[in-house]
């Protein structure tokens, strides 16, 4: 079992104990000791429960179960699977290139719920469009896919920075570490979840999130 699991269920018993002696002998609140149960029971337990649910919560957002666990995410799901090395998502995914159980958040690390400050706010955005707005695959990003996302794992890797595609013209590779010529622009990696193809792609089903 998960260890902020655990401390939820501590806190959660601890605190339950706490709350019940102070109602069962309210008397008690009227000593010093009975102060200072009254402010742990009251006030420390909870933030300490609060600050441990939004860890545990936190973290779980980072899965790949947690992405997927809306039903208009279920082809970008079915998308991981395609045994294809042109198919990017694909290819990553089978091949565990990237962690399987963190996939979504690994390759949209600036644009999940729970990443950096701005991601956050997206994330919000998220719930406010499918709460109001009847959304359908195929999903589009509200701004272009960045390049830090690929090179939070490639930069330094051979296959990368002696690419022959990537080192055909000077100028290339540092316009892709600049973030000024895309890896997913057309002829590069452009196919990435292809959701509305898949029944033309083969699936593997060896990896599992």
Known sequence: MDITVVILLIGIGLGALLVGTLVARPSI????GGKMLAFIALFAVPVVLAAAGTTAHLEHSKKTEFCL??????????????DDPGHLAGSHFVNRRIPVNEACYTCHTDYTMFGPVKAKMRGLRHVWVWLTQDRKPPLHLYTPFTNQNCLHCHLGAKSFEEGAVH????ETMPLIKADKLSCVSSGCHDVNHDTTNLNKFKSYEGVKP
């Open 167 to 170: 080192n055909a013209d000077p």
């Open 29 to 32: 609140a009227a000593t010093r």
């Open 69 to 82: 666990s809306c039903h208009i995410m279920k082809p970008y799901g079915e998308s991981l699977k395609v």
